[in-house]
Structure formats: structure tokens, C-alpha cells
């Protein structure tokens, strides 16, 4: 969905752009002159607008200025357009049922109706108020990513957190080894340290029986285990530490001797090969050639109680792919932990002892400092704070850390009234890598010289913004052809011209927020505009435009309301937020950019660069960053908004003064009571993430383990919860107007 701008995955299609021979690297000795993306961002604002009435908004009591009704809309496409059909579908689906491939369609009377969800709709109007509007970016999955970059020339960003300089060209790894295990009295995890050597491949493979030549080769982790088989149990003997020549210089550890033979015990550990081991052949072969002894457990476990859930947390999240689903070695190993047997580790401490991260590799994925919503809020703090926003005001929000609103803006489906499906096509829709820094976070103008990338491991580092998918035209589709089942999916969208017609219903809005949704509907009554969406946005699928055919709509007098007016209204109010020129604002050029289909993008071509041909690097060595849609003209937000404080934090629920104008009293702040309930009953609802509290009294307290309350119970208790299981606890309460809500756990 548009908007969201952190998600997992690697960009897929496309070629790359080449150009004049700046930095090296590329095919052919030319390297690559711009990066090229089918998206792009509107800067995140520094101004984030709170409506002044929101602490009024009501279903029940209307404003003074309330008004209800519908609005009549037309979509019309402008290039293909797909929306998956209803249904669970598994991937082997997908690729052989024509069902699974269909365009969303009801039934009736037997006759296929092909539509669009209302969700979808309100999804993609809701981003465009969300922009316009100067609203919060919360809307993200807050992760910590990993980075694992050995050739950036910046050290600080890498290769500092996991290695010492200790003399001219030999450095020593910063990283130790432990065993990770669930401790079967607290059911937690922990470690317990032990030492390691390195060992050569060419060793273990002499000593084997079997010669598993194999393990050179570039396999992963899992596939050498499998074929070394049997006792990773082994004799060996060494010397201490000692500096040993690499392609890098020399490094200091301990290495393995006289294997199979030695005097001290130890276990072997593999990890992956990114590419083979051609040593035997080629002497001057820099690939990986050795593995791993853990040795010498010490009697002691690493004390990590108090920060394992974030490391776990971000270990299992950096280890996962986009949908959770463990990688094949974290699979492999969850499984045998599970078990009760130890799985080999890597790990950092900080500089007071405790526990920084872990990983399955000495040069694992090291989280970065700053999470994505960390990185949001070094724009403004505003972008955390509990007010709501104007699109939260309309459509609507659930937070387990303040009251749920019920939206006031309804979409119905929008059902088909001319429509035809094209051809089936098999094609890979791959989706950005939020990691890849040189877009994702913002840079400075230029890079030359000695400055550096910004990334999420910087103090101040700031997110590009909204990411959005630039519009084009249908003669500009070309779908990338499919590269294997594995990867690939399958669809058959329906061809341009595609017309559906659905009703907008509001219930008791403001002039200024009926004129937010009328002018995101109709981009402010400019028909060179588009809207973009469904799947395949990032091949130019899903180009349409909405018309407002007819409205109903009536104000608490029941006098008939001019939608046009109200959008009037909505564009002064910007204007007014932002001092004049909301339309010439950095977030309005770069957004009306990418919705308009004659707009030339600066990055040339609308489409993802080529991981196999190693555009991503090549980019990075030249010190390239994606450029915004358009060439900014707008004054930047640092000078516009120079003087503006950020908005004060409030303890409790953040409800805001009436305004006066409203028929209701003022709410007046809500004061915050705090208790300590024993012996409470407890439930959870895992899809919810709800967990639930009840006195015997029948006082009933709730909370929705999610941002700042998603460790507050351990992930045992909530399996234990789940499965129907009494856990004894004592919670602590906080009154908020009339509801209990659970701030704090403790297992008795």
C-alpha cells in the first residue's frame, strides 16, 4: 500500500542505467550514472497537524457544523489493474489456479462482478489525506534492520562495532562465542560464553572420512551440517592467539591444529558460504575457507534478562523474512532449540558487559542504532505523539495506548461496469530493501569527497518520507518477465478502461474534513491527476482517477452542502498551517509530481535496478543516492518551519480541547489513577494482541500489546494464555476516564 515505507524485500526488474565510467565497477568497465527506482518519496514534514476539534469528534453528538451523506464516485483506469481475488491463497495456488489468479470478483445471480474492496480504496485515499494534510508517519512496522557491509569506507557504520585495530594492518574481531539455550527455570533465553578458534577447511576436510569436499563450495550452513553427518565433536590443539595474513591484513585469533588429534575438546560450527573456496586451485581465491571450534565453556550464563526480548526481538526479525517465516538456517537451528539443545552464537557486549546482539556468523547482521520509527521522529517528535492527526480524526484509529475512534468516512466496494481481462502473465513483483540507505534515508545533496552515507546507524539520521509509486502512462507498461516459480506470481489483471463506481459515506464532518476527502478524491478537482493502486504498482499497474458524479449530502439544518466549497475550505486551512503556498510546500511538489503521468522523474526510468548485476554496489561505490521525483524548488522544511516547537507531551490519553463551536462541552484533560490489582483472571486474544484482566470484583482492565506495550508480558505467558492455561499475575492499572488499562505484569 502506498505510504508505507518500510517493509521487507529485495527490489527485483529492470536494467540498469548506464552511463559514464564515475567510480568504477559495472559491466564493461562503465559504471552506473543514477539510480533508478519505481518509486520514490515525499519528504516526511517537520509540521505535523493536530485539528483542534478532535477531542469532540463524535457518532452520537454532532458538531454545530456537522454534515452527513454520501458522495457518488466513477473510477476509471488508465493502465492494468490487479487485485488478487478473495481467498487464503498458498503460493502453489497462485501459480496453477486460475481462481487464485483472477482479478477480486463476487457472484451474482451466477454472473462474475469483478470489484475493488473498499479497503483498498480507503487505504489509498486515506495516504493521500495523510501527505496532504501534514499528518503522522506511525503507520510503519517499527524494526531495528540489520547491516552487514564490508566494503563501505566508512568504518563507524560496520566494521568498528565488530573489529580492533591492534597495530599497523592487524585487527582482532570485537566478536565472542556463546551457546544460546532456553534456561528450563525461566523459560527464557540465555547464554552461556565459551571460546573459539578458527580452522581451515582443507583441515576438516582431510580428517573427515568421507572428504566432504562439499563444504567448499557456496552452500549454507544447514547443507554443511548435512554433509559432514555424524559427531561435531573433534580433538585439536593450538597456540593462543596469533596474527595470521588475509587479503585484509593479518588477524589475530586462535587457530586450529593437529585437527582430530589434538588434546582439547571442542565442537564445530559451520556457518554460510557466499562463495566457494577455490584455494586449492588459485592461491590468490579471497572466498571464505575457514570454520569454527567452540571450546572452553565457562561456568557461568551471560546475565541478559533485562534486554533479551529487544536482542530477541531483533535477532528473530533480522533472521525472518518479510512475512516472519524464519530463514533456513534460523529455522534450522529454532528447531533444535526448541528441542533443548544449545545452538552456536555470536555475540557483542557493550562497554558495561551487557548483552548488545547476537547473530549466527562472526560478521553477522548487526542491528543499526536507530529503529525506522526512531529515524521518523528525528524529523519531528511530533510523529509519535498521541494526538491524532486529521487522518485519524476521518478513518479512524486502534491503540492499546489510548481509546479507539470509530471512523466517520465509509467506503463501499467499487463493482465493475465495464471491464475486461487481459492475458495471464507470470512475472516477479518484487518490493524495495528498506536497508539499502543510499534510498531509504535522507542523504546530503552531494556525496563527494570525504562525506558519507547517512544511515539508521547515524544519531540524527531522518527517513526519506512517504513512499509512493510515480504514475505512468499505459503505453510505459512493460511487466518484467517471470524468472522462476519460486519467486514468480501469477495474475490476470484487468485491461485499461476499466470503469467501477462506489459511494463515499460520511457521518457528521466538518466543512474543512469533507473537503480533505473531496479534494484527495479528486486531487483537487485537477483531471491530469492520477491515482495509483492495487498490486503491481511498481510496473505501472493500478493508474486511475476518480470523479465525483453526484453528492447527497446535508448539514444539522438539513440544507444541501456544495462539496466544492468545503474543499475551498480545506485548502485555506493548509494554507493557513503553513503560512501560505500549501501547494508550493516540499511534501505538495514532490506528491503532485508523482501523480501527474506527463511528470519526467529525474531518475529517468521508473523501474527497479539489477541485483545480479550488482547495481545496488556499484551505486554505493559511486556515491550515488536516488533523487527526489522532481528537482525540489519549495523552501525545505528546516527553513519553513524553523521556528516551530514541537507539541507538548501529555500524561494520559492526548484528547484535546473543544472547540467552541461545537454543541458539546469542553472535555476537560483526563486525569490518570493508578492501582495494583492481585489475583486477576486473564486472557488474550492473539490476533487482537489484547490482553485482558478481570478482578474478582468484576473490574475488567485491557491492553493491546503493541508499541510501547508489546514486551509487557512474556512470550510464554501469552502462549500459555492462548492455549486456555491460568497464570497467576499482579498487574498494575491506570484509570483513563471510565476504562482500566494494564501498565504493568508480574508473574506470582
Given at each position: 500500500?502506498?505510504?508505507?515505507?518500510?517493509?521487507?524485500?529485495?527490489?527485483?526488474?529492470?536494467?540498469?542505467?548506464?552511463?559514464?565510467?564515475?567510480?568504477?565497477?559495472?559491466?564493461?568497465?562503465?559504471?552506473?550514472?543514477?539510480?533508478?527506482?519505481?518509486?520514490?518519496?515525499?519528504?516526511?514534514?517537520?509540521?505535523?497537524?493536530?485539528?483542534?476539534?478532535?477531542?469532540?469528534?463524535?457518532?452520537?453528538?454532532?458538531?454545530?457544523?456537522?454534515?452527513?451523506?454520501e458522495?457518488?464516485?466513477?473510477?476509471?483506469?488508465?493502465?492494468?489493474?490487479?487485485v488478487?481475488?478473495?481467498?487464503?491463497?498458498?503460493?502453489?495456488?497462485?501459480?496453477?489456479?486460475?481462481?487464485a489468479?483472477?482479478?477480486?470478483?463476487?457472484?451474482?445471480?451466477?454472473?462474475?462482478?469483478?470489484?475493488?474492496?473498499?479497503?483498498?480504496?480507503?487505504?489509498?485515499?486515506?495516504?493521500?489525506?495523510?501527505?496532504?494534510?501534514?499528518?503522522?508517519?506511525?503507520?510503519?512496522?517499527?524494526h531495528?534492520y540489520?547491516?552487514?557491509?564490508?566494503?563501505?569506507?566508512?568504518?563507524?557504520?560496520?566494521?568498528?562495532?565488530?573489529?580492533?585495530?591492534?597495530?599497523?594492518?592487524?585487527?582482532?574481531?570485537?566478536?565472542?562465542?556463546?551457546?544460546?539455550?532456553?534456561?528450563?527455570?525461566?523459560?527464557?533465553?540465555?547464554?552461556?560464553?565459551?571460546?573459539?578458534?578458527?580452522?581451515?577447511?582443507?583441515?576438516?576436510?582431510n580428517?573427515h572420512?568421507?572428504r566432504?569436499?562439499?563444504?567448499?563450495k557456496?552452500?549454507?550452513?544447514?547443507?554443511?551440517?548435512?554433509?559432514?553427518?555424524?559427531?561435531?565433536?573433534?580433538?585439536?590443539?593450538?597456540?593462543?592467539?596469533?596474527?595470521?595474513?588475509?587479503?585484509?591484513?593479518?588477524l589475530?585469533?586462535?587457530?586450529?591444529?593437529?585437527?582430530?588429534?589434538?588434546?582439547?575438546?571442542?565442537?564445530?560450527?559451520?556457518?554460510?558460504?557466499?562463495?566457494?573456496?577455490?584455494?586449492?586451485?588459485?592461491?590468490?581465491?579471497?572466498?571464505?575457507?575457514m570454520?569454527?571450534?567452540?571450546?572452553?565453556?565457562?561456568?557461568?550464563?551471560?546475565?541478559?534478562?533485562?534486554?533479551?526480548?529487544?536482542?530477541?526481538?531483533?535477532?528473530?526479525?533480522?533472521?525472518?523474512?518479510?512475512?516472519?517465516?524464519?530463514?533456513?538456517?534460523?529455522?534450522?537451528?529454532?528447531?533444535?532449540?526448541?528441542?533443548?539443545?544449545?545452538?552456536?552464537?555470536?555475540?557483542?557486549?557493550?562497554?558495561?558487559?551487557s548483552?548488545?546482539?547476537?547473530?549466527?556468523?562472526?560478521?553477522?547482521?548487526?542491528?543499526?542504532?536507530?529503529?525506522?520509527?526512531?529515524?521518523?521522529?528525528?524529523?519531528?517528535?511530533?510523529?509519535?505523539?498521541?494526538?491524532?492527526?486529521?487522518?485519524?480524526?476521518?478513518?479512524?484509529?486502534?491503540?492499546?495506548?489510548?481509546?479507539?475512534?470509530?471512523?466517520?468516512?465509509?467506503?463501499?466496494?467499487?463493482?465493475?461496469?465495464?471491464?475486461?481481462?487481459?492475458?495471464?502473465?507470470?512475472?516477479?513483483?518484487?518490493?524495495?530493501?528498506?536497508?539499502?540507505?543510499?534510498?531509504?534515508?535522507?542523504?546530503?545533496?552531494?556525496?563527494?569527497?570525504?562525506?558519507?552515507?547517512q544511515?539508521?546507524?547515524?544519531?540524527?539520521?531522518?527517513?526519506?518520507?512517504?513512499?509512493?509509486?510515480?504514475?505512468?502512462?499505459?503505453?510505459?507498461?512493460?511487466?518484467?518477465?517471470?524468472?522462476?516459480?519460486?519467486?514468480?506470481?501469477?495474475?490476470?489483471?484487468?485491461?485499461?478502461?476499466?470503469?467501477?463506481?462506489?459511494?463515499?459515506?460520511?457521518?457528521?464532518?466538518?466543512?474543512?474534513?469533507?473537503?480533505?476527502?473531496?479534494?484527495?478524491?479528486?486531487w483537487?478537482?485537477?483531471?491530469?491527476?492520477?491515482?495509483?493502486?492495487?498490486?503491481?504498482?511498481?510496473?505501472?499497474?493500478?493508474?486511475?482517477?476518480?470523479?465525483?458524479?453526484?453528492?447527497?449530502?446535508?448539514?444539522?439544518?438539513?440544507?444541501?452542502?456544495?462539496?466544492?466549497?468545503?474543499?475551498?475550505?480545506?485548502?485555506e486551512?493548509?494554507?493557513?498551517?503553513?503560512?501560505?503556498?500549501?501547494?508550493?510546500?516540499?511534501?505538495?511538489?514532490?506528491?503532485?509530481?508523482?501523480?501527474?503521468?506527463?511528470?519526467?522523474?529525474?531518475?529517468?526510468?521508473?523501474?527497479?535496478?539489477?541485483?545480479?548485476?550488482?547495481?545496488?554496489?556499484?551505486?554505493?561505490?559511486?556515491?550515488?543516492?536516488?533523487?527526489?521525483?522532481?528537482?525540489p524548488?519549495?523552501?525545505?522544511?528546516?527553513?519553513?518551519?524553523?521556528?516551530?516547537?514541537?507539541?507538548?507531551?501529555?500524561?494520559?490519553?492526548?484528547?484535546?480541547?473543544?472547540?467552541?463551536?461545537?454543541?458539546?462541552?469542553?472535555?476537560?484533560?483526563?486525569?490518570?489513577?493508578?492501582?495494583?490489582?492481585?489475583?486477576?483472571?486473564?486472557?488474550?486474544?492473539?490476533?487482537?494482541?489484547?490482553?485482558?484482566?478481570?478482578?474478582?470484583?468484576?473490574?475488567?482492565?485491557?491492553?493491546?500489546?503493541?508499541?510501547?506495550?508489546?514486551?509487557?508480558?512474556p512470550?510464554e505467558?501469552?502462549?500459555a494464555?492462548a492455549?486456555?492455561?491460568?497464570?497467576?499475575?499482579?498487574?498494575?492499572?491506570?484509570?483513563?476516564?471510565?476504562?482500566?488499562?494494564?501498565?504493568?505484569?508480574?508473574?506470582?
Amino acid at each position: 500500500m502506498n505510504g508505507k515505507p518500510y517493509g521487507k524485500g529485495q527490489g527485483q526488474g529492470g536494467n540498469r542505467q548506464q552511463g559514464k565510467n564515475q567510480g568504477g565497477g559495472g559491466q564493461g568497465g562503465q559504471a552506473i550514472e543514477k539510480i533508478t527506482a519505481p518509486y520514490n518519496f515525499v519528504p516526511l514534514s517537520k509540521k505535523v497537524f493536530f485539528p483542534d476539534w478532535a477531542g469532540q469528534v463524535s457518532h452520537d453528538v454532532p458538531f454545530s457544523d456537522g454534515i452527513s451523506g454520501e458522495l457518488e464516485c466513477e473510477l476509471t483506469t488508465h493502465t492494468p489493474i490487479y487485485v488478487r481475488n478473495g481467498g487464503k491463497w498458498e503460493h502453489d495456488d497462485i501459480m496453477k489456479k486460475a481462481d487464485a489468479q483472477s482479478f477480486f470478483y463476487v457472484k451474482v445471480d451466477g454472473q462474475k462482478k469483478f470489484m475493488i474492496p473498499g479497503t483498498s480504496l480507503k487505504g489509498m485515499l486515506r495516504n493521500v489525506i495523510e501527505i496532504a494534510s501534514f499528518g503522522k508517519m506511525t503507520k510503519v512496522d517499527d524494526h531495528r534492520y540489520g547491516v552487514r557491509d564490508l566494503t563501505n569506507p566508512d568504518k563507524k557504520l560496520y566494521l568498528d562495532h565488530m573489529t580492533d585495530t591492534v597495530g599497523q594492518r592487524i585487527y582482532k574481531s570485537k566478536v565472542k562465542a556463546a551457546w544460546l539455550r532456553i534456561c528450563p527455570e525461566t523459560e527464557q533465553w540465555n547464554l552461556i560464553p565459551c571460546s573459539f578458534a578458527r580452522v581451515e577447511q582443507a583441515d576438516l576436510v582431510n580428517y573427515h572420512p568421507s572428504r566432504p569436499e562439499g563444504i567448499k563450495k557456496r552452500i549454507s550452513a544447514v547443507k554443511k551440517y548435512e554433509l559432514w553427518g555424524g559427531n561435531l565433536d573433534l580433538q585439536f590443539d593450538h597456540n593462543g592467539e596469533g596474527d595470521h595474513r588475509h587479503s585484509c591484513g593479518m588477524l589475530r585469533y586462535i587457530r586450529a591444529t593437529n585437527v582430530g588429534k589434538g588434546k582439547i575438546r571442542g565442537r564445530l560450527v559451520f556457518t554460510g558460504q557466499p562463495a566457494e573456496n577455490r584455494r586449492d586451485v588459485d592461491p590468490r581465491n579471497h572466498s571464505k575457507h575457514m570454520e569454527f571450534i567452540f571450546f572452553g565453556e565457562e561456568n557461568c550464563t551471560l546475565p541478559v534478562e533485562e534486554n533479551i526480548k529487544k536482542i530477541k526481538k531483533e535477532f528473530e526479525f533480522i533472521h525472518s523474512d518479510a512475512n516472519e517465516v524464519p530463514n533456513e538456517e534460523w529455522a534450522y537451528w529454532k528447531r533444535k532449540l526448541a528441542q533443548g539443545e544449545r545452538v552456536p552464537v555470536f555475540y557483542l557486549t557493550n562497554k558495561d558487559g551487557s548483552l548488545h546482539s547476537i547473530g549466527l556468523a562472526m560478521m553477522y547482521r548487526l542491528p543499526y542504532k536507530n529503529s525506522v520509527l526512531e529515524a521518523i521522529r528525528n524529523t519531528s517528535p511530533d510523529h509519535g505523539h498521541q494526538s491524532p492527526d486529521l487522518a485519524e480524526t476521518l478513518f479512524g484509529f486502534v491503540d492499546g495506548n489510548r481509546d479507539a475512534l470509530k471512523g466517520r468516512v465509509t467506503f463501499t466496494a467499487a463493482i465493475a461496469t465495464q471491464a475486461s481481462q487481459a492475458n495471464a502473465i507470470q512475472t516477479v513483483l518484487g518490493g524495495p530493501k528498506p536497508s539499502y540507505y543510499p534510498n531509504y534515508i535522507e542523504q546530503p545533496i552531494s556525496l563527494s569527497g570525504g562525506t558519507n552515507y547517512q544511515t539508521f546507524m547515524d544519531d540524527k539520521c531522518r527517513i526519506r518520507g512517504w513512499k509512493r509509486y510515480p504514475v505512468r502512462l499505459a503505453d510505459a507498461i512493460q511487466a518484467p518477465k517471470g524468472v522462476t516459480d519460486n519467486v514468480d506470481t501469477k495474475l490476470i489483471p484487468l485491461k485499461e478502461g476499466a470503469r467501477f463506481v462506489f459511494r463515499v459515506k460520511i457521518h457528521n464532518l466538518k466543512p474543512t474534513e469533507l473537503g480533505a476527502v473531496a479534494w484527495a478524491l479528486t486531487w483537487g478537482n485537477n483531471a491530469g491527476m492520477r491515482h495509483s493502486l492495487g498490486m503491481g504498482k511498481a510496473i505501472g499497474y493500478g493508474v486511475a482517477d476518480i470523479k465525483i458524479k453526484n453528492a447527497s449530502l446535508r448539514d444539522l439544518a438539513d440544507a444541501v452542502v456544495d462539496w466544492q466549497g468545503c474543499m475551498n475550505s480545506f485548502v485555506e486551512l493548509m494554507d493557513r498551517e503553513v503560512g501560505g503556498g500549501w501547494l508550493k510546500t516540499a511534501q505538495m511538489e514532490q506528491l503532485l509530481a508523482m501523480a501527474d503521468p506527463t511528470v519526467k522523474p529525474q531518475c529517468g526510468e521508473l523501474k527497479h535496478m539489477e541485483l545480479a548485476k550488482k547495481d545496488f554496489q556499484e551505486a554505493k561505490k559511486a556515491k550515488l543516492r536516488l533523487e527526489p521525483h522532481v528537482k525540489p524548488t519549495a523552501i525545505s522544511d528546516d527553513e519553513r518551519f524553523k521556528n516551530l516547537k514541537p507539541r507538548p507531551v501529555e500524561k494520559g490519553q492526548a484528547k484535546e480541547q473543544a472547540e467552541a463551536h461545537a454543541l458539546t462541552p469542553a472535555m476537560t484533560k483526563i486525569e490518570t489513577v493508578g492501582e495494583t490489582w492481585t489475583k486477576v483472571r486473564l486472557g488474550y486474544n492473539r490476533g487482537q494482541k489484547l490482553l485482558s484482566a478481570q478482578t474478582t470484583d468484576g473490574r475488567k482492565a485491557e491492553v493491546q500489546l503493541i508499541g510501547s506495550s508489546a514486551d509487557l508480558v512474556p512470550e510464554e505467558v501469552l502462549n500459555a494464555l492462548a492455549k486456555g492455561k491460568n497464570v497467576e499475575a499482579q498487574i498494575d492499572v491506570e484509570k483513563l476516564g471510565s476504562k482500566w488499562r494494564i501498565t504493568g505484569f508480574k508473574r506470582l
